[in-house]
């Protein structure tokens, strides 16, 4: 029968962690609970929704946490339920206490609440992943990575592969991550201070951005391991699992261009605030798009719709050089793809009306290039 005390509010920091991976409309009924197992170095929480898991541990060593400990055991119990009773009691301090046929008491300043859980070994086993000879990454890093790349997965169930981000390691340290969702691509390129093996694995989009919202900046390195269809992220106190798909990814690398007919240099903020104004109208057109125009060397953008009116802007540029174009495209892939880019200055070079453009930092390295399909106009 479980009996702990401890800080409420650095308990409730780390059931809100776990309880991301938590789902409430899951198919499974058990996996709606969170599983709290006490043992001597400490208190070990876990939530799964089946495609992500996280496990958050709490150690007695932690002084801020002020884990006292007085019998051990496991229980789940239902997990929006018990957060939200948490986070409602009025004392710093909570007292957790398991009486008879799976029920607990939480006592906290004048407030007792008794919720009932239920036996942990209904819980479904977490599938073990071999943690030997890890490969160790800078948090900051991995997340900028995800930050750049997994807006463009693809959101459609029909090809599952798609909604993944491709990550490949080869020489041991040459990083490669990509997403697409066939009209839009976004590729990093990085070089690794620390080796590890090479690796060719797609991770689903959305456990990447649960990944980023778990693992705050201030656990610098995350040290990660694969099996065969599962991925593990470990920090000091936090193990992320996640499943992998299944599948081959598409040979993206034929995709990116390597000549142009026109490019044009523009400060990163005014194009971006030009095509949030270009959306608004354009949101209100049959096809969605703004028209870019190129003539001798001024950039101007156009939307018409019927219904509500007008767009043109000339647009501010840095430099402009070869042939004249006119080319149409979803403004939202270009907002979205401008967002990724971490540079004062953006390069966008084309080919023709009817080919994908690209977008890179104008800066030297070449490490970050998105690729947009237009769409063919009238």
């Not at 004392?91 to 008794?114: A, H, N, R």
């Not at 490949?168 to 080796?195: F, I, P």
């Not at 007919?261 to 605030?273: E, G, S, V, Y």
């Not at 800066?363 to 769409?375: C, K, M, R, S």
Request: proline share 4%; net charge negative.
């Amino acid at each position: 029968m479980i009996q702990f005390s401890i800080n409420k509010t650095i308990f409730l920091q780390a059931l809100n962690i776990t309880k991301r991976a938590i789902s409430h409309k899951n198919a499974i009924p058990v996996l709606s609970t969170v599983k709290i197992d006490v043992h001597k170095e400490g208190i070990t929480l876990t939530g799964s929704n089946g495609q992500i898991s996280i496990e958050n541990f709490i150690s007695v060593q932690d002084e801020n946490a002020g884990l006292l400990i007085s019998t051990t055991g496991s229980i789940l119990l239902e997990a929006g339920f018990f957060i939200n009773v948490v986070s409602s009691l009025p004392d710093l301090v909570l007292d957790f206490k398991e009486i008879e046929q799976k029920q607990v008491v939480l006592t906290s300043g004048k407030s007792e609440i008794t919720l009932k859980g239920k036996e942990a070994e209904q819980y479904p086993r977490l599938q073990e992943v071999p943690t030997s000879s890890p490969l160790v990454l800078e948090t900051k890093v991995l997340k900028q990575t995800i930050n750049e790349t997994a807006f463009a997965a693809s959101t459609q169930e029909s090809r599952p592969i798609l909604t993944g981000v491709h990550f490949v390691l080869t020489e041991n340290t040459a990083l490669k991550t990509v997403a697409t969702d066939s009209h839009r691509m976004s590729q990093r390129k990085l070089t690794l201070e620390k080796a590890g093996d090479n690796f060719d694995v797609v991770i689903p989009s959305r456990s990447l951005r649960e990944f980023a919202a778990v693992f705050t900046d201030d656990i610098e390195t995350v040290e990660v391991f694969f099996s065969n269809n599962q991925m593990l992220f470990r920090s000091e106190h936090i193990s992320f699992y996640t499943r992998l798909l299944e599948g081959s990814y598409p040979d993206t690398d034929r995709l990116i261009p390597k000549e142009f007919n026109t490019i044009a240099i523009f400060d990163t903020a005014n194009l971006r605030q030009a095509m949030e104004r270009a959306r608004l109208l354009s949101n209100a057109t049959q096809n969605g798009t703004v028209k870019l125009e190129i003539v001798n060397q001024l950039v101007s953008a156009h939307v018409n719709s019927p219904e509500v009116g007008r767009v043109n802007e000339e647009l501010d540029t840095l430099e402009v050089v070869g042939d004249d174009l006119v080319i149409s495209f979803n403004p939202t892939y270009l907002i979205e793809a401008l967002k990724a880019i971490d540079s004062d200055q953006v390069k966008v070079s084309f080919i023709s009306p009817v080919r994908p453009f690209t977008l890179v930092p104008n800066n030297e390295t070449n490490d970050l290039v998105q690729l947009i399909t237009p769409v063919r106009t009238n």
